[in-house]
């Protein structure tokens, strides 16, 4: 068995307080092996979103513990926390969430620097080229493609070369042709040893991971492994 | 890529509101800078009117207000109120090296208002040692003849045998001093019992400049002076302090004004960079996501502010001191300082220029401190909502 490099153990979030408390996340344990390829299925509002930002650090939990890439996300600061996401994790997102005024070399250039990379722009070029948008360089996301805008994301999102990358419906907004295209694209990385956590509604997409996790009030209710995997 | 590509590129998205929050900053800076300028230049300028006095003491008639005290530096018309006999009194003083009287007035010259100022030839040229440009110096203290200032001469084209007419009557131009960089060289000069013929004012002066012999006794010449003649006395060090605490107030109360202008375009650096906070919210949980930390969030709005403070200074610098070397001349023109037109412009020195751009972009940065506090705590949660 492979080591698990996003472990939690009994993690719960909770919003508001008294009668307006509400539990987005509750007391969920999961394990995700390095390698893995795990999708999230569940309804619109149960949690789903919360537990890939309490993964990502992005916020902390009202009860549990959190481990990724061996460190307990608790123990982190601030500081610490923006360098886990800039080093070790990738983040993609449904509306590909690239900065709109800064091109697509820059897009990634960004998450190289944030990520204590000097030479920015050579690897960027790199990146970009390895995912057939080296003549897009330039172009504004504003000019580019979903299908395109995705690639760039996800490139950016694999700049400083991170183990895991958090995806949160990131074939949400394609098309079915480039849809097929991402999910290629998702196996080759899963294949050379990336861990991928995803959130999708997409049932065709969740079949593609090993693994697929169904939420439901906050909590897991069912984890199922893919028999083709 | 670094933060400042990526400031830069922040800065430029919204060019409308840039453009004008840089304009709102620069004008207010060229008009502190313009009016701090304009305010040394006339400081400057006064100070070396007060050299060019040559005296230790004024002797002026009782009860003389600022404004008159001033017009001896500037070479204004004055009344004419010391007698005669006065000045010979203090001319007995023990301790006054001379005492030389001056009639103060003023002629129109071709629909043009020209300073006549009535003395005693040979004693003016030693105090002020004047230099003749072209033609003579009065041969006799009671001639009937006009030598005028370099900058007159110039502006009326005057040579030695035009004529010159003092109040309808015709004088001839017997020399051109020197230009010395003083009111003298916007002024005319007769002798005295011509200017007290000419203007009615017989055995009346406007006021007497008073070299001592010893400056150590200054104090006591003066109390001496005052106690022999009915008159007041100010020392040369009086007279400049009391016009530059005038200039010096109205310098700083205009500045003030400056400054609160400044510190509104400062304001709006706050509401532009708080907008701006607000509109990229769903940025700001983009940059979080991938790795930004709240301190480089911080500074980069930070930079943003200090660039609008850098660029806003130096624009109004630039502006503030044309303007000054442009309009400094018109907005001094009053009262007080018409006859400084002819001073040197005010200039802009490195000091003032060092003191702008400091000021600018303390401000600025003081400014975005709010919005870049807003931007480095917005908890990345809440910024990905917008995501």
């Known amino acids: 068995m492979s080591e698990a490099v996003i472990e939690l153990e009994k993690v719960s979030k909770t919003y508001g307080s008294g009668s307006a408390e509400t539990k987005a996340v509750s007391e969920v344990s999961m394990t995700v092996e390095h390698g893995g390829w795990v999708a999230i299925m569940g309804p619109s509002g149960h949690g789903k979103s919360t537990l890939l930002q309490l993964i990502g650090g992005l916020d902390r939990p009202s009860d549990g513990r959190i481990v990724v890439d061996g460190t307990e996300l608790a123990t982190l600061g601030a500081t610490e926390l923006a360098a886990l996401r800039a080093r070790r994790i990738g983040f993609v997102f449904q509306f590909f969430n690239l900065l709109p005024h800064l091109t697509a070399l820059e897009n990634i250039e960004i998450a190289l620097w944030l990520g204590g990379t000097k030479n920015t722009n050579g690897r960027a070029m790199d990146l970009l080229e390895r995912f057939g948008l080296g003549d897009k360089a330039r172009h504004l996301p504003g000019m580019l493609s979903g299908g395109q805008q995705q690639r760039v994301a996800i490139a950016r999102a694999l700049a400083n070369d991170p183990g895991i990358l958090l995806m949160d419906e990131p074939t949400g907004n394609l098309d079915s042709a480039s849809e097929g295209d991402l999910l290629t694209l998702l196996s080759d990385l899963n294949a050379a040893g990336k861990t991928l956590l995803m959130v999708t509604h997409n049932p065709v997409v969740a079949q593609c991971a090993h693994r697929v996790l169904h939420v439901k009030d906050g909590r897991i209710v069912s984890d199922a492994r893919n028999r083709e995997h | ?387």
Do not use: H
């Not at chain 2, 000045?87 to 301790?95: C, N, T, Y």
């Not at chain 2, 009535?118 to 041969?139: C, D, H």
């Not at chain 2, 230009?179 to 000419?198: M, R, S």
């Not at chain 2, 003030?256 to 607000?278: E, K, P, Q, S």
């Open chain 2, 1 to 387: 890529m670094n933060l400042w590509t990526l400031v830069w590129r922040n800065l430029l998205r919204r060019r409308g509101r840039f453009v004008f929050t840089l304009a709102g900053i620069s004008m207010g800076m060229a008009a502190f800078v313009a009016l701090m300028t304009i305010g040394q230049g006339l400081t400057k300028e006064i100070k070396k009117q007060a050299q060019g006095l040559g005296a230790n003491l004024v002797v002026t008639p009782k009860g003389w207000c600022a404004y008159e005290q001033i017009s001896v530096l500037t070479g204004e018309q004055l009344p004419e109120a010391i007698p005669m006999p006065e000045l010979e009194k203090i001319r007995g003083v023990a301790g006054v090296k001379s005492a030389i009287p001056y009639l103060n007035e003023k002629t129109a010259f071709r629909n043009q208002p020209v300073p006549v100022i009535g003395v005693w030839p040979e004693e003016m040229r030693t105090l002020q040692k004047w230099a003749i440009e072209s033609g003579r110096y009065f041969n006799s203290p009671v001639e009937r003849a006009v030598v005028v200032g370099s900058a007159i001469a110039k502006q009326f084209k005057l040579q030695p045998g035009d004529t010159f007419t003092v109040r309808g009557e015709p004088l001839p131009v017997i020399g051109v001093l020197r230009e010395a960089g003083t009111k003298n060289d916007i002024a005319t000069f007769i002798p005295l019992p011509l200017a007290q013929q000419i203007y009615g004012v017989q055995d009346k002066v406007s006021f007497i400049a008073v070299q001592v012999t010893d400056l150590e006794r200054m104090e006591a010449v003066s109390l001496k002076i005052q106690e022999v003649a009915n008159v007041a006395v100010v020392s040369d060090k009086q007279l400049l302090a009391s016009v530059l605490s005038i200039v010096g107030t109205v310098g700083t109360a205009m500045q003030a004004v400056a400054a609160v202008g400044v510190l509104a375009a400062a304001f709006g650096i706050v509401n532009t960079l708080l907008t701006a906070v607000y509109e990229r919210r769903r940025e700001i949980g983009i940059l979080q996501a991938i790795g930004s930390t709240r301190r480089t969030l911080f500074l980069a709005f930070m930079f943003e502010s200090g660039l609008y403070g850098l660029l806003g200074g130096i624009l109004g610098t630039a502006i503030g001191g044309l303007s000054a070397y442009l309009f400094g001349p018109y907005l001094t023109d009053n009262a007080f300082t018409a006859s400084l037109r002819q001073a040197p412009m005010p200039t802009l020195d490195n000091g003032t220029v060092l003191l702008a751009l400091g000021f600018s972009v303390c401000l600025a940065l003081l400014a975005g401190l709010y919005p870049a506090y807003r931007a480095a705590r917005l908890s990345p949660v809440e910024a990905m909502r917008y995501v």
